[in-house]
T-cell receptor, first 112, second 113 residues
Framework: DAKTTQPPSMDCAEGRAANLPCNHSTISGNEYVYWYRQIHSQGPQYIIHGLKNNETNEMASLIITEDRKSSTLILPHATLRDTAVYYCIVRPYSGGYQKVTFGTGTKLQVIP | DSGVTQTPKHLITATGQRVTLRCSPRSGDLSVYWYQQSLDQGLQFLIQYYNGEERAKGNILERFSAQQFPDLHSELNLSSLELGDSALYFC????????????FGQGTRLTVV
């Protein structure tokens, strides 16, 4: 199963776009990219997922490169409540989460 | 609110003891996953159940066991507790095995003293 690489931490000014990168160079054709976030010590929260097309929902946008080896999660107007650890994971379409590795993610600090 | 309920929220116990953590998945979800998160660590997958059957095991210690009951709630049993077992324990549920997101509970913080 593919693993992901994320920067350990990032800062973003409040109101600006937060762009969180993720490298998944060994991703397979049937694997999706998922993003979750964990605010303080709460349970992780699902944000968005995609296969190869860009995706947008009410929380964020997901940009996946054409070769699918990396992606970027975009929070268009970061607020203080977006301060959290963001996890990028990959998982196969027909698989569960048992082989998913939640690494240490990117700690995003939104600054007033 | 994710719809996944975990009890208790906090648990303090002594070394050598046994505890049971409970998880009620979202209505309709058949898969339950258990994770351990030690201080400043990522989430470590422990075990998965699907519709009452054990489906996958991760790095779960032999002192730990779990089960999923007919009403789909799940319990994680931790025995002969050690100081190093102190951690956040999360339960997550999903509808099934295919392309669905998982919903996490708020966790149980276990402190072993």
């Amino acid at each position: 199963d593919a693993k992901t690489t994320q920067p350990p931490s990032m800062d973003c000014a409040e109101g600006r776009a937060a762009n969180l990168p993720c490298n998944h160079s060994t991703i397979s054709g049937n694997e999706y990219v998922y993003w979750y976030r964990q605010i303080h010590s709460q349970g992780p929260q699902y944000i968005i997922h995609g296969l190869k097309n860009n995706e947008t929902n009410e929380m964020a946008s997901l940009i996946i490169t054409e070769d699918r080896k990396s992606s970027t999660l975009i929070l268009p107007h970061a607020t203080l409540r977006d301060t959290a650890v963001y996890y990028c994971i990959v998982r196969p379409y027909s698989g569960g989460y048992q082989k998913v590795t939640f690494g240490t993610g990117t700690k995003l600090q939104v600054i007033p | 609110d994710s719809g996944v309920t975990q009890t208790p929220k906090h648990l303090i116990t002594a070394t050598g003891q046994r505890v049971t953590l409970r998880c009620s998945p979202r209505s309709g979800d058949l898969s339950v996953y258990w994770y351990q998160q030690s201080l400043d660590q990522g989430l470590q997958f422990l075990i998965q159940y699907y519709n009452g059957e054990e489906r996958a095991k991760g790095n779960i210690l032999e002192r730990f066991s779990a089960q999923q009951f007919p009403d789909l709630h799940s319990e994680l049993n931790l025995s002969s507790l050690e100081l190093g077992d102190s951690a956040l324990y999360f339960c997550a549920s999903s509808v099934g095995q295919t392309n669905t997101e998982a919903f996490f509970g708020q966790g149980t913080r276990l402190t072993v003293v």
